[in-house]
Structure formats: structure tokens, C-alpha cells
């Protein structure tokens, strides 16, 4: 087990030196390899997961895999901790159904690129890219301590840079790779203090040791601290609010990227860190609440500003960024098979959605879907499987996201928090309401785009559906979002006797529920929400316009994102370019200035002594020297009267 | 170890010693004076035979440096390493070299003066007491001072130290310095002068002044610590490429000072990686700086862009040096920053909550440098051609380097854990 944790790690880091330093000329070849690599991963954590779930029921821990080898290590002296680090594979529930999420993924992602990214110049640094993300998400999932975790954490974030800023002649590209990385570079630094605290405070940073260590040390301040501190770092990859600006952006890069690292894997590594690190969170009452109410608040702010953007592909990013923000709610009232169990019904819709986005934009070359219209008849493959994929993001039973949300919404009900199941509901209207607008808008109507826009219609009459290495992996995702809800039905549970939360406990698997009333809510509210969307966008019978209109201020402030990307650039070109100035201008005049003065007094002085010195420099260092080897022996006679005795 | 008499009537004797820190510097050395000699293979056009002279007497100033056993050696060593850095700045820099070589000269002067002076005066206050007049290192441990004595004579060493690290505010001299420096100067400027610093702090100043050192740690920390933040924001204001990295040099080497300062195990193992990473990663930086002008006739990064689609292999050095300044893992600046930071928590939280956000600082003047000089597409006027099989060899090696220095710490860590038992160095039991 722990060589095939290995193996799944490594296979992808070798595709991506392979093309790095061989194949980068033979573009076809590097794209194989990369594929190749991508699905020795998958079947490797398929293995994996049949290994964990065939063991007996209670048997926990042991029926995974956990080796580790020490990598650093400095001695304690003294009273001072030394530091031991150690990198190793955890191979458990939660990790091997994390990992076959993300190859899977991976490995369709990188077949419907073969497609996607025919002809482009960069080909293979982007296969190899897409190798390095594996191996950089693939080794954050299975590592067992948080320094390797922080490790591939940031390993993760660089190919997210990279791939963001992929055309990075454009300058909108580099900088939105730039704003990824920057910002996730403030949630890392928290992080990071708090990695080095947890180790401070408790001698190791293995999950194992740290969970039981943490029992220990409930309801202390420190525990408060790193705990708060460590939940910064999912904030910045998870894209929650106060985070969550560079992710919109960051729909710069490929659109496959989009779907692999921005929607389904990268961004949810915020979600299955807190997982992971669950004993930590869950001592911490106050963490846990924020966590919810973050999520909850980031889940309602992100659906409202998906609601009013035009671009096809950040109405989806806005979408990921209320389906984490569900995430969040859910592990922070408590529930982590709810979170982990929406991570991954999610990761399968939002990558067909991502991945349809892509094969509109592909075959019409154009984002805003008010300039699209009438798709559904000329990609019909694109189109039926676009549709699965909002209707299991809406929720409509007996689709993936059914099982997920309801999980939430009865999770956050059970434990008490009624704000947040409430907000829940408004959230999945909302929800259903901007995915079938963009359904409406982009696949129904006439091959003419409509006018809401009030841009000029394009005429799309040379779109036709994208080739087989693109519908392939839309179609096997348009399944898994059909049918992966199911592992989480009651029915499942009692046809097999386990459920998702099986998958991926540590402790004590929480069983699944079917709540008919919180059922009942949710269907009518997802439902109402696409017939409105039908209402406006469809039949037209409500002007879109008109609404805007008599919403007025609101929606300009939705439209312009709620002004926090305007706030954010104010405040860094005030503060940080402005400190930068002031320095500046402190080094140049300043301390510059009074050296600067010094010396000028000092050349004074040689060009005196230049007289009678023949040198230049030298002339004068002699001087000094010679000066003050006198002093030297002035001040000291007395000691040396000793010694020249 | 190799020891023979000198100045027998002084007690000055000419003795070399080699153990794992020595060693580790002693390779940098070796590797980086290479790649200084290679980088500045084509760009002199006058007076090579000269050049070549003077870079050999810089190195040979440091290998003194980090050899030396006896203080008086080392001060020696430690000048002759200054005069003909002086001449390589002033006769083969760039514009405004003769002010900055002057600069240069006189800030190292007045520290090396200094030191020479507490060399002195602690070789007379070791014979007064014990009646053995000696400069050998080995001799003076130990020497007991009353306080003030002891913190003077230290703080004597600190300033020759402190200037060429350098330790803010003493960094005046170092962007002009390290700008108008050839190519080779720079090299050896940044990758190897400013660890005589560092290697001198930990081999000298702590063990022989322990108490002085104590007592000053405070200060030194956060004079580290303004280091690392102030010289950050100086990089992110800066259009010059050469000076954005030296400026990114004040802030990294800031690290380093913190690093020795916290007087603990992993800070100073934490200082020795990211002194060979700085010497290494800001080395290559310079060097591939330095082609990037010969190539493009400009620093200018408002007139630089889009070098990585001309120009792919000096991208993807470009790339991975960036990735080495704001210290990402698998390289060896995230080991050194990790654990300096790890280090220095114990005592100095304020401290090192300041010194981490330099790592949010160095994402951003990074990528901005990144971004302005190979992201964007390729402007009319420039024109540069990639690196060839040689330079990519050079840059390579390098890189490689770092790399087993990010991936493989164990290894150098191994070597310091010997420090102790051969020249009484014992990190860790410090405070």
C-alpha cells in the first residue's frame, strides 16, 4: 500500500521531468506520457481505496497504510527543542478517496487537453505542468504532517501560478498569476507561523501524534492560536472570503486548468487540509464557528455576484466560490463527511461544467454567454452534459449534488445553527437561478445571441461539436455527476451496509440521512429558481433589464463584485507602493545621504592630503589606518607596557 | 590543519583549519569563483589578464577568511580581500562605479579597522591575563573579560561584520556597490563577501564574546529583522533589475542575521543554508543579470518584458531563481527561512511575525521582477538571443545546487553537527 502511495506520487513527477528535459520538442509524445502518468495515479489510488474500504468495518487506522523516514532533524540541546521532520505517505479513508478524486480528475483533464490545446506553441510545458500539479496535489493529499502538508501546499500553489499565467504574453494572464500567488502568499504566511507554533507547542507535526497530543491540550490559548492561525492557510487556496479575489481571476488560464486546479482539486485542498487536520479544528469551538459563518456568508456573497456576470467562465468561478463557501459551513457545524462528501460530488460537477464551458469557448472562441445563444442544437453533446452538470449543482434529485447539499443543509439544521440552513436555501435558489440563466442564454434561443448585453449578436455559424478527446471526458463526468450522489444515499448504505462517511472517517463514520423535509425544501426551492431563470432568460416574459433597473444600486454593486477588488488595490497601491516610496526616498536622501556626506568629507580630506600623498584611495585608507594603529597604541600603553616588558 | 609560525615574537602563526562549516564555505567558494570566472568569460573587453589577477586575490582573501585558525591571519585575509575588490569595481564597473568603490572601500575600511583594533586589543587583554601572547583562536576561547571590555571588543568584530553581511542601516553602500560591480565583482560580491559576514559571526563572535553576544542578541535581531522588510520594500520600488536583486540580497542576508542571533540550533543551521542558498541562488541572479544586460543593452525593467518567449532557457532560469527568492520549497531558501523562523519563535515572536511577512513582501517585488522583465510579450526594440550549452551548463550546476540543498538539508546539517567538537562552537547551548 505505501508503494503504491508512492508510486501515484511519483508517477506524474517523472512524466513531468521526462517532458521538462526530453520530450519537449515531440509535443504529441509529452501529452501521452502526461496522460500515461495521470492514469497510472488512478489506478494506483483505485487500489488504494479498495485496499482501505476491504477491511473490516471498525478497524480505523489500521486499515490503512502509514510509513514515514526522517528528512531533517536537529537535536534538542538543553532546553531547547531541536526540530524533527519527517516526510511520509498516510494512506487512510480520507486520503485514498481524496487521491482517487484528484486523479481521476487529472487523468480526464488531461485527455480532453489533447484536444483542447491542439496547436498551441506551449503544448508540452503545458502537459508538463499539468504533470507537476499531479504530483504536487497527489503528494499534499497522502502526506502525513503538516510540514510536508505546507511543502506540497505551496508546490501547488506555484503550478497554479504557472498555469494561470500559461499565455503569459498576455498581460491580463500575468497578472491574474500574480494575484494568485500574492494572495495566497498572505493566508500561506499565517499558515506557515502556525505550522511552526504546532510544532513549538506540541514536538511533532505528525496528524497521527498532533491529534492525540491536541486532546490533551484542550481549551488552551495557545491551541486557540494555532488553531485560527492554520485555518488561514485553506481561507487563501479555498478562495474564501476575504481570499477569495484572485480565484475569478484566475479563469485567465486554460479552461482545462480551470476545471482541474481552480474548481475540483487545488482550490478544495483548503477543505480536505481542514479534514484532515480535523481533531485541531474541532477543539477549538470559536474556529469552528467562524469556519461556518465564513463559509455561509462566503456561500451567499459569491452566489450574488454570480448572479449579474456575463463571462461563462466566472459565473462558474463565483459558483466554486459558493460551493466551497457550503463546504466550509459544513465542516464548520461539525459535519466533515457532509464537507468532504459535497468536495466530491462537486469536484465531478464543476469539472464537466468547467470542461463544457471549455468546449463552448473552443468551438465559438467567445466568454460572454450574452453573445452565445442557440448552442444546444449545433453541440449536442456539449449541451446534454452542460445541463447534468447544473442540474446536479442545483441539486435536483437524483443528481450528485441532491445528496451533498441536503447532507449540509440537515447537518447545519441537526447542530442548531438555523441562520445558516436558512441562508443554505437562499443559496440553492440562487444557485439553480444563475446556472439555468447561463443555460438559457448561452445553449437556448437562436443562433443569434440576444441583446442583454447590448453587444453586438455574433453569427456562430461555424460552431460545431469539439472532437472525441473532448466529449470523451464529458461524457464519463456527466455519469459520475449522476450517479456519485448515490454512495451517499441511504439506500446505499443499507444495500451495502456502508456509506460515504466509510470513505472517509478516522473516527466513528457518520451515517448518511435522507431529511424529507429539508428533501422537499431544497427540490421546490432549486426548482422555482430555474423557472425563474426559464421566466427571464426563456420565455422572456420578464425583462432582464427591467429587473436590473429597479434593482439599481444593488445591482451595480453586485456587478462590480461587491467593490472589493477596487478596495484591495487601493489599499496596496496607498500602502504598499507608497511605503515602498517613502523607503525609497529614506535610502536615497537619508541613509544614503549621511554616508553619502561622509564620504564626500572624507574625499575632501584625501584631495587635501593628496598634497602630499601620491596615491589615490590607497593614499587615504593608509592615512586612516596608520592613524589609528597610533591611537590604538595610545590608548593602550598601559596594556602594553605589560607585554613589551 | 596546518600550522606554521609566523611572527613567532607576536604570537602571530600562519594556521589554516578545515572542519564541516569551513568545508561547506570552502565549496561555495570554489564554485562560485568559477562561475564568476565564466560569467565574465566574454564581457571584459579590456585589461583581462588584470581582472582575472584581481579576482584571484579576492578569492584567495576569502579562502583565508574561512580557513584561518589565528585572528590575525584572519584580519589579514580580510583585508586583502577588500583592495582588489575595490579595483574590480572601480576599473571594470559600470558609470557610476568610481563613487560606488569608493563607498564600498570606505564602509569596509572603517569596519575592518575596527575589528583589527578588538583583534588587538583581545590579544593583549588574553596575555595580560594568562601571560600567553597569542592570536590563535583556539588560545583566546575562553578568555574572560568584565563586561563592557568584553561587549566593546565584540562589537569591534560586529562592525566589520555587520557592514559586509550587510546588517541595516549599514547596507548604504551594497546597491550601489553590487549595481555598478561587473558581472564577476557582483558575483563574488554577493554569493561570497557577504559570507565572510556570516562565517565570522558564527566562528568568531559568538564563541569568543558569549556573554556581549547574549546581551546584544535583541538588537541584532531586529536589526535583521528591519533588514528583511526594508529591504524588501526597497526592491519592490526599484525599475533597475540589478538593483531589485541587490536589494532582495539586503533583505534575504537579513534572514541570516537573525538566524545567528537567535543563538539556537536551528537558527544558525538555519543561517548556514541560507547563506550557501543566498550564495548560490542571488549568484546565479547576478550572473544571469549580468548576460541579460550584455544581451539586451538594458536593466531598465520598463524596458524589459517578454524575454521568456525570446529567450526560453534564460525564462526557465529565470523562473526557478524567482521561485528561490520568495523561498519555495524543494529549494534550499525555504530551508534556510523555515528554519531561521523556526528558530528564532522561541524567543522573538514579534520578532519573527515581522520577518515572515518579508516572505509576503518577497512574493511580491518577485514576481513583479518576474513579470516585468519575461512575462508580456516581446517589445520591437529588444532583442536577445537564448543562452548557449556553456552558460546553461553554468546556470545549471547552480541551480542544482540549490536544489540538493532544498531537497537534501540533512546533508549540510550533517557536517555543522560536527562544528561543535572541532573548533568548541556548540549552537544550540548558546543562550
Known amino acids: 500500500m505505501v508503494e503504491s502511495a508512492i508510486g501515484?506520487?511519483?508517477?506524474?513527477?517523472?512524466?513531468?521531468?521526462?517532458?521538462?528535459?526530453?520530450?519537449?520538442?515531440?509535443?504529441?509524445?509529452?501529452?501521452?506520457?502526461?496522460?500515461?502518468?495521470?492514469?497510472?495515479?488512478?489506478?494506483?489510488?483505485?487500489?488504494?481505496?479498495?485496499?482501505?474500504?476491504?477491511?473490516?468495518?471498525?478497524?480505523?487506522?489500521?486499515?490503512?497504510?502509514?510509513?514515514?523516514?526522517?528528512?531533517?532533524?536537529?537535536?534538542?540541546?538543553?532546553?531547547?527543542?531541536?526540530?524533527?521532520i519527517a516526510m511520509g505517505v498516510l494512506v487512510d479513508p480520507l486520503s485514498a478517496t481524496m487521491s482517487v478524486i484528484v486523479s481521476l480528475v487529472a487523468f480526464l483533464v488531461t485527455i480532453y487537453s489533447l484536444g483542447y490545446m491542439k496547436g498551441d506553441p506551449g503544448f508540452s510545458r503545458y502537459f508538463s505542468y499539468l504533470s507537476l500539479f499531479a504530483f504536487s496535489m497527489l503528494g499534499l493529499v497522502i502526506a502525513d504532517n503538516y510540514f510536508q502538508t505546507f511543502v506540497f501546499w505551496e508546490l501547488v500553489g506555484l503550478c497554479s501560478y504557472l498555469l494561470i499565467g500559461f499565455w503569459y504574453a498576455?498581460?491580463?494572464?500575468?497578472?491574474?498569476?500574480?494575484?494568485?500567488?500574492?494572495?495566497?502568499?498572505?493566508?500561506?504566511?499565517?499558515?506557515?507561523?502556525?505550522?511552526?507554533?504546532?510544532?513549538?507547542?506540541?514536538?511533532?507535526?505528525?496528524?497521527?501524534?498532533?491529534?492525540?497530543?491536541?486532546?490533551?491540550?484542550?481549551?488552551?490559548?495557545?491551541?486557540?492560536?494555532v488553531a485560527a492561525l492554520v485555518f488561514v492557510g485553506p481561507l487563501g487556496?479555498?478562495?474564501?472570503?476575504?481570499?477569495?479575489?484572485?480565484?475569478?481571476?484566475?479563469?485567465?488560464?486554460?479552461?482545462?486548468?480551470?476545471?482541474?486546479?481552480?474548481?475540483?482539486?487545488?482550490?478544495?485542498?483548503?477543505?480536505?487540509?481542514?479534514?484532515?487536520?480535523?481533531?485541531?479544528?474541532?477543539?477549538?469551538?470559536?474556529?469552528?464557528?467562524?469556519?461556518?459563518?465564513?463559509?455561509?456568508?462566503?456561500?451567499?456573497?459569491?452566489?450574488?455576484?454570480?448572479?449579474?456576470?456575463?463571462?461563462?467562465?466566472?459565473?462558474?468561478?463565483?459558483?466554486?466560490?459558493?460551493?466551497?463557501?457550503?463546504?466550509?459551513?459544513?465542516?464548520?457545524?461539525?459535519?466533515?463527511?457532509?464537507?468532504?462528501?459535497?468536495?466530491?460530488?462537486?469536484?465531478?460537477?464543476?469539472?464537466?461544467?468547467?470542461?463544457?464551458?471549455?468546449?463552448?469557448?473552443?468551438?465559438?472562441?467567445?466568454?460572454?454567454?450574452?453573445?452565445?445563444?442557440?448552442?444546444?442544437?449545433?453541440?449536442?453533446?456539449?449541451?446534454?452534459?452542460?445541463?447534468?452538470?447544473?442540474?446536479?449543482?442545483?441539486?435536483?434529485?437524483?443528481?450528485?449534488?441532491?445528496?451533498?447539499?441536503?447532507?449540509?443543509?440537515?447537518?447545519?439544521?441537526?447542530?442548531?445553527?438555523?441562520?445558516?440552513?436558512?441562508?443554505?436555501?437562499?443559496?440553492?435558489?440562487?444557485?439553480?437561478?444563475?446556472?439555468?440563466?447561463?443555460?438559457?442564454?448561452?445553449?437556448?434561443?437562436?443562433?443569434?445571441?440576444?441583446?442583454?448585453?447590448?453587444?453586438?449578436?455574433?453569427?456562430?455559424?461555424?460552431?460545431?461539436?469539439?472532437?472525441?478527446?473532448?466529449?470523451?471526458?464529458?461524457?464519463?463526468?456527466?455519469?459520475?455527476?449522476?450517479?456519485?450522489?448515490?454512495?451517499?444515499?441511504?439506500?446505499?448504505?443499507?444495500?451495502?451496509?456502508?456509506?460515504?462517511?466509510?470513505?472517509?472517517?478516522?473516527?466513528?463514520?457518520?451515517?448518511?440521512?435522507?431529511?424529507?423535509?429539508?428533501?422537499?425544501?431544497?427540490?421546490?426551492?432549486?426548482?422555482?429558481?430555474?423557472?425563474?431563470?426559464?421566466?427571464?432568460?426563456?420565455?422572456?416574459?420578464?425583462?432582464?433589464?427591467?429587473?436590473?433597473?429597479?434593482?439599481?444600486?444593488?445591482?451595480?454593486?453586485l456587478d462590480h463584485k461587491f467593490y472589493i477588488d477596487e478596495i484591495y488595490a487601493w489599499?496596496?497601491?496607498?500602502?504598499?507602493?507608497?511605503?515602498?516610496?517613502?523607503?525609497?526616498?529614506?535610502?536615497?536622501?537619508?541613509?544614503?545621504?549621511?554616508?553619502?556626506?561622509?564620504?564626500?568629507?572624507?574625499?575632501?580630506?584625501?584631495?587635501?592630503?593628496?598634497?602630499?600623498?601620491?596615491?589615490?584611495?590607497?593614499?587615504?585608507?593608509?592615512?586612516?589606518?596608520?592613524?589609528?594603529?597610533?591611537?590604538?597604541?595610545?590608548?593602550?600603553?598601559?596594556?602594553?607596557?605589560?607585554?613589551?616588558? | 590543519m596546518e600550522s606554521h609560525a609566523w611572527i613567532p615574537s607576536l604570537g602571530v602563526s600562519f594556521t589554516l583549519g578545515l572542519d564541516g562549516l569551513s568545508l561547506l564555505f570552502v565549496i561555495l567558494t570554489a564554485l562560485m569563483g568559477a562561475a564568476a570566472v565564466l560569467a565574465s568569460w566574454k564581457s571584459l573587453g579590456r585589461k583581462v589578464a588584470l581582472f582575472h589577477a584581481a579576482l584571484a586575490l579576492v578569492m584567495a582573501g576569502i579562502y583565508g577568511v574561512f580557513l584561518s585558525v589565528d585572528l590575525f591571519l584572519f584580519a589579514f585575509m580580510w583585508e586583502l580581500m577588500l583592495i582588489p575588490m575595490y579595483f574590480l569595481v572601480d576599473v571594470w564597473g559600470g558609470p557610476g562605479r568610481h563613487k560606488a568603490s569608493v563607498k564600498f572601500f570606505l564602509f569596509s575600511q572603517a569596519g575592518g579597522i575596527l575589528m583589527f583594533v578588538a583583534v588587538v586589543a583581545l590579544y593583549v587583554l588574553h596575555g595580560r591575563a594568562t601571560g600567553v601572547y597569542s592570536f590563535d583562536y583556539r588560545v583566546l576561547l575562553g578568555t574572560a573579560f568584565d563586561p563592557a571590555a568584553g561587549m566593546l571588543l565584540m562589537l569591534g568584530f560586529f562592525a566589520a561584520f555587520a557592514v559586509k553581511l550587510p546588517v541595516f542601516p549599514l547596507h548604504a553602500w551594497l546597491p550601489d556597490t553590487y549595481t555598478e560591480a561587473p558581472i564577476g565583482g557582483s558575483v563574488l560580491l554577493a554569493a561570497l563577501l557577504s559570507k565572510t559576514a556570516g562565517y565570522g559571526m558564527i566562528r568568531f563572535l559568538l564563541p569568543l564574546f558569549p556573554d556581549a553576544v547574549r546581551a546584544f542578541a535583541p538588537i541584532a535581531v531586529w536589526l535583521g529583522v528591519a533588514g528583511i522588510v526594508y529591504?524588501?520594500?526597497m526592491a519592490f520600488a526599484q525599475k533597475d533589475l540589478k538593483r531589485l536583486v541587490s536589494y532582495t540580497s539586503v533583505s534575504h542576508l537579513g534572514f541570516v542575521l537573525v538566524g545567528i542571533f537567535t543563538l539556537t540550533a536551528q537558527g544558525l543551521d538555519g543561517a548556514v543554508i541560507q547563506m550557501l542558498s543566498h550564495g548560490l541562488g542571488t549568484g546565479a541572479l547576478f550572473v544571469l543579470v549580468g548576460w541579460l544586460e550584455e544581451r539586451s543593452g538594458t536593466r531598465d525593467l520598463d524596458r524589459l518584458g517578454g524575454l521568456w518567449s525570446m529567450a526560453p532557457r534564460l525564462g526557465a532560469f529565470g523562473l526557478v531563481l524567482t521561485l528561490g527568492l520568495v523561498g519555495l520549497p524543494g529549494l534550499g531558501n525555504f530551508i534556510g527561512e523555515f528554519l531561521v523562523l523556526s528558530g528564532s519563535f522561541h524567543a522573538y515572536l514579534a520578532a519573527t511575525i515581522v520577518a515572515g511577512f518579508g516572505?509576503?513582501?518577497?512574493?511580491?517585488?518577485?514576481?513583479?521582477?518576474?513579470?516585468?522583465?519575461?512575462?508580456?510579450?516581446?517589445?520591437?526594440?529588444?532583442?536577445?538571443?537564448?543562452?548557449?550549452?556553456?552558460?546553461?551548463?553554468?546556470?545549471?550546476?547552480?541551480?542544482?545546487?540549490?536544489?540538493?540543498?532544498?531537497?537534501?538539508?540533512?546533508?549540510?546539517?550533517?557536517?555543522?553537527?560536527?562544528?561543535?567538537?572541532?573548533?568548541?562552537?556548540?549552537?544550540?547551548?548558546m543562550p
Open chain 1, 237 to 557: 487556496k479555498s478562495a474564501q472570503f476575504p481570499f477569495h479575489v484572485w480565484l475569478p481571476d484566475a479563469m485567465e488560464g486554460p479552461t482545462p486548468v480551470s476545471a482541474l486546479i481552480h474548481a475540483a482539486t487545488m482550490v478544495a485542498a483548503g477543505v480536505y487540509l481542514i479534514a484532515r487536520g480535523f481533531a485541531l479544528f474541532q477543539s477549538v469551538p470559536g474556529v469552528m464557528e467562524t469556519m461556518a459563518y465564513l463559509g455561509g456568508f462566503t456561500a451567499l456573497f459569491a452566489a450574488s455576484i454570480a448572479l449579474v456576470q456575463k463571462d461563462i467562465k466566472r459565473i462558474l468561478a463565483y459558483s466554486t466560490l459558493s460551493q466551497l463557501g457550503y463546504m466550509f459551513m459544513a465542516l464548520g457545524v461539525g459535519s466533515m463527511s457532509a464537507g468532504m462528501f459535497h468536495l466530491t460530488t462537486h469536484a465531478f460537477f464543476k469539472a464537466l461544467l468547467f470542461l463544457g464551458a471549455g468546449s463552448v469557448i473552443h468551438a465559438t472562441e467567445e466568454q460572454d454567454i450574452f453573445k452565445m445563444g442557440g448552442l444546444g442544437k449545433k453541440m449536442k453533446i456539449t449541451a446534454w452534459t452542460f445541463v447534468i452538470g447544473a442540474l446536479a449543482l442545483s441539486g435536483i434529485f437524483p443528481l450528485a449534488g441532491f445528496w451533498s447539499k441536503d447532507e449540509i443543509l440537515f447537518a447545519s439544521l441537526s447542530s442548531g445553527h438555523i441562520g445558516l440552513y436558512v441562508l443554505g436555501i437562499a443559496v440553492a435558489f440562487m444557485t439553480a437561478f444563475y446556472m439555468f440563466r447561463l443555460i438559457f442564454t448561452a445553449f437556448g434561443g437562436t443562433a443569434f445571441g440576444g441583446t442583454a448585453s447590448g453587444g453586438e449578436p455574433t453569427e456562430h455559424a461555424h460552431v460545431h461539436e469539439s472532437g472525441p478527446a473532448m466529449t470523451i471526458p464529458l461524457i464519463v463526468l456527466a455519469v459520475l455527476s449522476v450517479f456519485a450522489g448515490l454512495i451517499g444515499s441511504p439506500w446505499f448504505q443499507s444495500a451495502f451496509g456502508f456509506s460515504f462517511g466509510s470513505f472517509i472517517f478516522f473516527g466513528r463514520p457518520e451515517a448518511s440521512h435522507l431529511d424529507m423535509t429539508t428533501a422537499s425544501i431544497s427540490t421546490v426551492v432549486a426548482l422555482s429558481g430555474i423557472f425563474l431563470a426559464w421566466l427571464v432568460y426563456g420565455k422572456k416574459l420578464l425583462k432582464a433589464e427591467r429587473i436590473a433597473a429597479a434593482l439599481g444600486p444593488l445591482y451595480r454593486l
Open chain 1, 571 to 645: 489599499v496596496f497601491a496607498k500602502i504598499m507602493l507608497g511605503l515602498g516610496i517613502v523607503f525609497d526616498w529614506i535610502d536615497h536622501y537619508i541613509v544614503d545621504g549621511l554616508f553619502d556626506g561622509l564620504g564626500g568629507a572624507t574625499r575632501a580630506l584625501g584631495r587635501k592630503l593628496r598634497l602630499t600623498q601620491s596615491g589615490r584611495l590607497q593614499g587615504y585608507a593608509l592615512v586612516i589606518f596608520a592613524a589609528v594603529a597610533i591611537a590604538v597604541v595610545f590608548i593602550s600603553t598601559d596594556l602594553l607596557g605589560g607585554f613589551l616588558k
Open chain 2, 359 to 429: 516572505l509576503v513582501v518577497a512574493m511580491v517585488y518577485a514576481l513583479r521582477m518576474f513579470q516585468l522583465s519575461f512575462h508580456g510579450s516581446p517589445s520591437g526594440a529588444l532583442a536577445v538571443r537564448d543562452l548557449d550549452a556553456p552558460q546553461v551548463l553554468l546556470l545549471g550546476v547552480l541551480v542544482a545546487a540549490l536544489v540538493y540543498l532544498g531537497l537534501f538539508p540533512q546533508e549540510v546539517l550533517k557536517l555543522l553537527a560536527a562544528l561543535g567538537a572541532s573548533l568548541g562552537l556548540t549552537p544550540g547551548v
Open chain 1, 170 to 225: 498576455k498581460p491580463s494572464a500575468s497578472d491574474a498569476a500574480r494575484k494568485a500567488f500574492v494572495t495566497n502568499r498572505w493566508a500561506d504566511f499565517a499558515f506557515m507561523v502556525g505550522v511552526i507554533l504546532l510544532f513549538i507547542f506540541f514536538g511533532t507535526f505528525d496528524f497521527g501524534q498532533l491529534s492525540s497530543a491536541i486532546a490533551g491540550a484542550r481549551g488552551s490559548a495557545m491551541l486557540a492560536l
Open chain 2, 231 to 233: 529591504g524588501g520594500f
Open chain 1, 8 to 84: 501515484l506520487v511519483l508517477a506524474p513527477l517523472a512524466s513531468f521531468i521526462l517532458i521538462s528535459f526530453v520530450t519537449r520538442r515531440a509535443a504529441i509524445l509529452s501529452a501521452v506520457i502526461s496522460i500515461a502518468a495521470a492514469g497510472i495515479s488512478f489506478a494506483l489510488s483505485l487500489s488504494l481505496l479498495v485496499g482501505v474500504l476491504s477491511a473490516p468495518a471498525g478497524a480505523g487506522l489500521a486499515a490503512g497504510a502509514h510509513a514515514s523516514i526522517q528528512w531533517l532533524s536537529i537535536p534538542s540541546i538543553g532546553r531547547f527543542r531541536g526540530l524533527e
